[in-house]
T-cell receptor
């Protein structure tokens, strides 16, 4: 079946602009996670949802970052007033809501802030 | 407290050899330890995972060894193949809670298996 879909695949934006990154999870997956992965590093947790409820946003770097999942399916990660340090691969993952169900990661959105 | 330290950073192995990657953690609340495999241009994919109630788990050529007292766990790849060449990440989380997918990842190991 279809995996986790993220769009756009690449995004280049100028410093100060807002960007919205989209994630379409695997059908039926209740839990949705956002991670950020710097080049040569492991993914770093940002936030996660069960259904439409944001359960934990402790990994969001600052208040320029926000995420929503209004209907419990597609999620959007928004970065306002982008800065060069925001450049990274942003990955979405989804899973069933059972203990130790594996995360299924998407191929990510490569964000470059110039 | 939340770190997971992974070594080595890179590893070169000959075909048929054994690849060993090590991880150490600090947070004793962690109770779920997965390993992820990542190919270039793709997202990480779960390879194998272990809970701390067992000291070893084997799936095909892949084995996790877990040492709870030392707070260390390792991935062994037997009979390594060129197709195993990828980046491997260890991770940890508290599966007993509701946020088991809130993984803390290691820094990654780039494995190259020469034919």
């Amino acid at each position: 079946g279809a995996g986790v879909s993220q769009s756009p695949r690449y995004k280049v934006t100028k410093r100060g602009q807002d960007v919205a990154l989209r994630c379409d999870p695997i059908s039926g997956h209740v839990s949705l996670y956002w991670y950020r992965q710097a080049l040569g590093q492991g993914p770093e947790f940002l936030t996660y949802f069960n259904y439409e409820a944001q359960q934990d946003k402790s990994g969001l770097p600052n208040d320029r970052f926000s995420a929503e999942r209004p209907e419990g399916s597609i999620s959007t990660l928004t970065i306002q007033r982008t800065e060069q340090r925001d450049s990274a691969m942003y990955r979405c993952a989804s899973s069933r809501r059972t203990a130790a169900s594996p995360l299924h990661f998407g191929n990510g959105t490569r964000l470059t802030v110039t | 407290q939340q770190q997971v330290k992974q070594s080595p950073q890179s590893l070169i192995v000959q075909k048929g050899g054994i690849s060993i990657i090590n991880c150490a953690y600090e947070n004793t609340a962690f109770d779920y330890f997965p390993w992820y495999q990542q190919f270039p241009g793709k997202g990480p994919a779960l390879l194998i995972a272990i809970r701390p109630d067992v000291s070893e788990k084997k799936e095909g050529r892949f084995t996790i060894s877990f040492n709870k007292s030392a707070k260390q766990f390792s991935l062994h790849i037997m009979d390594s193949q060129p197709g195993d060449s990828a980046t491997y990440f260890c991770a940890a989380s508290t599966a007993g809670g509701t946020s088991y997918g809130k993984l803390t990842f290691g820094q990654g190991t780039i494995l190259t298996v020469h034919p």
